[in-house]
């Protein structure tokens, strides 16, 4: 156990609304990231953060923002949503493992968020 | 950038027997992980197994191991004495790099039939 919760669990919005879904964690990892899962496409990166006041885009960063204010929260920000981010959310750490020829990072996943904007 | 592929979006499997999943992938680095995780209807992401590129040795976990070839860039998950709770989606993921982002496959819904 990772000690990851995402909230809300669940939510439903309306287009053109702003929505903000948390990640929350408590054992002190460096690097949290923000994931959305839709059929056929497996798990796609948004954001990641790799400490406080540090992140970065992912794969599909357009119509989503992040803020890491402090180490334990990780907030992804829709700031207008639409239809086509209605998707499963996945919040995710690294646990570093070992320190061989460089970290052995291994992610792990929070329960998800679904989110639907209709 | 790296791409992962898993071919094979369905199988099924009889309880106790094995059954393997396939993925492939592709990238230009030298040093990376390669995971299996599993969503069972729960949703959860579970991490079921990793092997890290510079090992030659596969990794293995209980019933679960992999047939790891690097020089093929392939990375097939083989799942032995299978139970109804082995019964999941399979996602294939590739990491790489200081941020260590996963790429992953599109999944293979794995059935065990009693």
């Known amino acids: 156990d990772a000690g990851i919760t995402q909230s809300p669990r669940h939510k439903v919005t309306e287009t053109g609304t702003p929505v903000t879904l948390r990640c929350h964690q408590t054992?002190?990892?460096?690097?949290m990231y923000w994931y959305r899962q839709d059929p056929g496409h497996g798990l796609r990166l948004i954001h990641y953060?790799?400490?406080?006041?540090?992140?970065d885009k992912g794969e599909v960063s357009d119509g989503y923002s992040v803020s890491r204010s402090k180490t334990e929260d990780f907030l992804l920000t829709l700031e207008s949503a639409t239809s086509s981010q209605t998707s499963v959310y996945f919040c995710?750490?690294?646990?570093?493992?070992?320190?061989?020829?460089?970290?052995?990072?291994?992610?792990?996943f929070g329960p998800g968020t679904r989110l639907t904007v209709l | 950038a790296q791409t992962v592929t898993q071919s094979q979006p369905e199988m099924s499997v009889q309880e106790a027997e094995t059954v393997t999943l396939s993925c492939t992938y592709d990238?230009?680095?030298?040093?990376?992980?390669l995971f299996w995780y599993k969503q069972p209807p729960s949703r959860q992401m579970i991490l079921v197994i990793r092997?890290?590129?510079?090992?030659?040795q596969n990794a293995t976990e209980n019933r679960f191991s992999v047939n790891f070839q690097k020089a093929a860039k392939s990375f097939s998950l083989k799942i032995s004495d299978s139970q109804l709770g082995d019964a999941a989606m399979y996602f294939c993921?590739?990491?790489?790099?200081?941020?260590?982002?996963?790429?992953f496959g599109s999944g293979t819904q794995l059935t065990v039939l009693p």
């Open positions: 092997q890290e590129a510079y090992k030659q």
């Open positions: 993921a590739f990491s790489s790099g200081s941020a260590r982002q996963l790429t």
């Open positions: 054992e002190n990892h460096r690097y």
């Open positions: 995710a750490i690294s646990e570093l493992t070992g320190g061989l020829r460089f970290s052995t990072d291994t992610q792990y």
């Open positions: 953060s790799y400490g406080v006041k540090d992140t």
């Open positions: 990238t230009s680095e030298s040093d990376y992980y």
